[in-house]
């Protein structure tokens, strides 16, 4: 089982699509649950931006305005999806594991904030999962809610909040997923309110067919919550192929690339007439394996700076859920965040050269 998970905050944002397709794929997540993409326009239009290469399946539940809205996506030669049940709050998929035979429910939720609405909200979700108690129940996405105070920062907790919403776990007996990475996973622009919002809720014979079940945090980058992954294994994927693209004649230092790789002198021997198209041949030649050595050493180099800029802004939000955030911190953060959006806008711009 491997589950991808984000409160996304609007779903429109190109880069923000491609973050999530590529993070899907690092992670080898066969389900992904987004909640509040405050968009009509996800299935059958912006899901397979989401999903990237490969078959895919998906349903929504539409946002209320410009409100909400949730989207799950899965791969169908895992998990083979029988049934959808939708209400105002959750969108929950029933189907079959392939590999175990198990029949399973991945239930994506994105909480109202309103307490009342809340409560209502649980006694739905008490009600399906009651409904039938052999189904191997998944329960994730954006609770609004937290169940213990060490579990806010910066911000009132709210006891009887927290009451309703550890009831409703132990009266359907679910079991939460410890998480790890970090204490909090949501965050607000200032940076000086925390809460742990977001989680993974489980029947008990889930960790019959996944025993070794866990949550990890991504760094929060595109969205005001982290992502958050469920997982039992973790797979590592390749270097990505040599190839020309448009967006290297945007880089200063190309220019002189040619120049020292066409000035390269050739060695025909002393006495050996050679034609002129035999010297260009020779001078292209060794133009590309100039070319190939720079991106090399460019392609390490892009390969470092995303994570060192996301390392950079996990680094100041863990620094933040110590105490109150400095301004000079904040514009850092944000000018961090501003250098990984030229990033991945340009890596963007090499995608669809490729497509």
């Known amino acids: 089982m491997n589950?991808?998970?984000?409160?996304?905050?609007?779903?429109?944002g190109e880069v923000k699509r491609e973050w999530i397709k590529n993070s899907r794929i690092q992670h080898?997540?066969?389900?992904?649950?987004?909640?509040?993409?405050?968009?009509?326009?996800?299935?059958?239009?912006?899901?397979?931006?989401?999903w990237g290469p490969g078959n895919f399946q998906s349903e929504v539940v539409d946002p209320m305005g410009l409100f909400g809205g949730i989207v799950s996506l899965w791969d169908p030669s895992i998990f083979c999806a029988v049934e959808s049940i939708k209400g105002v709050g959750f969108l929950c998929i029933k189907g079959v594991w392939l590999k175990s035979k198990k029949t399973v429910c991945f239930?994506?939720?994105?909480?109202?904030?309103?307490?009342?609405?809340?409560?209502?909200?649980?006694?739905?979700?008490?009600?399906?999962?009651?409904?039938?108690?052999?189904?191997?129940?998944?329960?994730?996405?954006?609770?609004?809610?937290?169940?213990?105070?060490?579990?806010?920062?910066?911000?009132?907790?709210?006891?009887?909040?927290?009451?309703?919403?550890?009831?409703?776990?132990?009266?359907?007996?679910?079991?939460e997923i410890k998480m790890g990475g970090r204490r909090f996973t949501y965050m607000n622009s200032k940076e000086d309110k925390h809460s742990k919002l977001d989680r993974y809720l489980v029947s008990p014979?889930?960790?019959?067919?996944?025993?070794?079940?866990?949550?990890?945090?991504?760094?929060?980058?595109?969205?005001?919550?982290?992502?958050?992954?469920?997982?039992?294994?973790?797979?590592?994927f390749g270097p990505y192929p040599f190839r020309f693209f448009n967006?290297?004649?945007?880089?200063?230092?190309?220019?002189?690339?040619?120049v020292n790789g066409w000035s390269l002198g050739l060695n025909f021997g002393l006495n050996k007439i050679v034609s002129p198209l035999s010297v260009v041949v020779h001078k292209?030649?060794?133009?590309?394996?100039?070319?190939?050595?720079w991106r090399k050493e460019v392609?390490?180099?892009?390969?470092?700076?995303?994570?060192?800029l996301t390392n950079t802004i996990n680094a100041i939000d863990?620094?933040?859920?110590?105490?109150?955030?400095?301004?000079?911190?904040?514009?850092?953060?944000?000018?961090?965040?501003?250098?990984i959006l030229e990033v991945e806008s340009s890596r963007m711009e090499d995608l669809r050269q490729k497509s």
């Open 3 to 12: 589950i991808f998970s984000n409160n996304i905050r609007g779903i429109g």
């Open 28 to 50: 080898h997540s066969v389900f992904v649950g987004l909640q509040e993409t405050k968009s009509y326009e996800v299935k059958g239009g912006l899901d397979k931006f989401i």
């Open 107 to 175: 239930v994506n939720v994105y909480a109202p904030q309103d307490l009342n609405e809340k409560k209502l909200l649980w006694n739905k979700l008490f009600d399906l999962i009651n409904s039938d108690s052999n189904v191997c129940w998944t329960v994730f996405g954006d609770f609004n809610a937290v169940r213990f105070p060490e579990e806010r920062l910066g911000s009132i907790f709210c006891p009887q909040g927290a009451y309703y919403f550890n009831k409703f776990i132990f009266l359907d007996g679910l079991l």
């Open 205 to 236: 014979n889930v960790l019959d067919s996944w025993p070794h079940l866990n949550v990890t945090t991504l760094p929060r980058v595109h969205s005001d919550h982290c992502a958050i992954i469920i997982s039992s294994n973790q797979l590592d």
């Open 247 to 258: 967006s290297w004649l945007k880089d200063q230092n190309l220019e002189m690339i040619i």
């Open 284 to 293: 292209l030649k060794n133009l590309k394996e100039h070319i190939k050595a």
């Open 299 to 308: 392609i390490e180099a892009n390969k470092k700076e995303p994570d060192e």
């Open 318 to 339: 863990l620094l933040a859920e110590s105490g109150p955030m400095h301004e000079d911190l904040l514009k850092n953060r944000q000018y961090t965040y501003q250098k």
